[in-house]
């Protein structure tokens, strides 16, 4: 059934307040994804605070243009739906979506997004989607800063049991 002006206008204030408010967007093609997979994904996506909308394209362009992002080389093509939230992890999105993307092989792709106020490419949102999460990288960099600590550790030990 057709949607009326009023309720496309809804869509499209829905939309802009995702792409203005949230830490990052993901614009995702999907095909010949089952009700189970979609599922299950939508519940992961909701329990690190990501939103998973679907809705016309020419909807997604029109909130695109009132934003004021260029989105001529931006390939909407398929059925499109749109990820977007993650809090203060700005990767979470493009991250989850790029897992399920693995796990439903060729089911589910990236077009791009908007990361930052900033509309990117498919390329550069895969990059963004490869970035661990914060916790990860806190770890990273509490193991780098012990590394030393750790080598300099061994060796007193070394020559404590070597002169003993």
Known sequence: MAKTKAEKGVI?????????NATSSVFVHFTKVTVAEE???????RGSDVSYF???KTLIRRALDSLGHKHADLPLEGEVAVAYGGGADATVAARLVHEFGKKLSDKLTILGGIFEGTLVDAVKMQEIAIIPSMQVLRGMFVNVINSPIQGLAIALNAIAQRRS
């Open 54 to 56: 679907v809705a016309k």
């Open 12 to 20: 499209i204030e829905k939309l802009e307040n995702a792409f203005k």
């Open 39 to 45: 599922s299950a994904m939508r519940r992961a996506l």
